[in-house]
């Protein structure tokens, strides 16, 4: 009903296999996780992570980085019925990058409710929508890759659902369909599957 983590982890690496691009690298990570169960029918989740990467290029054109990164998540999950599963996540980012005059802010916030449905033993379905803002200082700033994971400044919209059913003992079927709005694309990305495998 209870479990805790802890993470440490750190990442010092030197790489000039490219003759005018050398790269220092120092990065780091310290995570504490904690899952519980107080009733039978509810689950929490919280975790804290603190992220640093830093990148220093011998070369002047490659921009250098000094990333300072804080997530909080909290996750709060209910079963009404063994077959159903009703969550809601949340998450707060924070990040800047050190290097510049002046140096580049942002923040964003995510919530990310999700369903799932078993199938009675044959499988399950699982659904989720992932909605975020993010904001810059300076505004309207092209953010790092490593501030927020890829995120960029405006709003952000996913979806994505899989489901997985056993037809027979030989076989089974595979449903997946993801779809973003992000604010650089100009439209709804969307890209499904349907998988059917068979084993002898």
């Known amino acids: 009903r209870f479990s805790v983590l802890l993470r440490f982890r750190r990442d010092d690496s030197i790489n000039r296999q490219m ?27 919280a975790e804290y992570r603190h992220r640093t990467d830093r990148k220093d290029y011998e070369s002047r054109p490659l921009s250098n980085r000094d990333i300072v990164n804080d997530q909080w998540t909290g996750e709060f999950s209910f079963r009404p019925r063994q077959k159903i599963e009703l969550a809601l996540k949340a998450r707060l980012i924070r990040s800047s990058d050190r ?64 489901a997985t059913y056993r037809l027979s003992g030989h076989m089974q079927a595979t449903l997946s369909y993801r ?3 992000e604010p650089w694309r100009d439209r709804i990305l969307q890209v499904g599957q349907i998988e059917v495998r068979a084993f002898f």
């Not at 990065?27 to 504490?32: C, I, K, T, V």
């Not at 290097?99 to 995510?110: I, L």
């Not at 919530?111 to 078993?118: F, Y």
């Not at 975020?132 to 927020?148: A, D, I």
């Open 19 to 45: 003759v005018q691009e050398g790269l220092i690298r120092n990065s780091g990570e310290q995570m504490l996780r904690i899952k519980s169960n107080p009733v039978r029918r509810w689950g929490v989740l």
């Open 99 to 162: 290097v510049g005059d002046p140096e580049t802010r942002a923040s964003g916030v995510f919530l990310a409710p999700r369903i799932t449905l078993a199938f009675l033993g044959r499988g399950q379905m699982r659904s989720e929508w992932d909605f975020g803002r993010v904001k810059s200082e300076p505004e309207g700033m092209n953010l790092p890759y490593e501030m927020l994971d890829g995120e960029q400044t405006g709003n952000t919209f996913r979806w994505s659902l899989l």
């Open 179 to 181: 779809a973003r709005r």
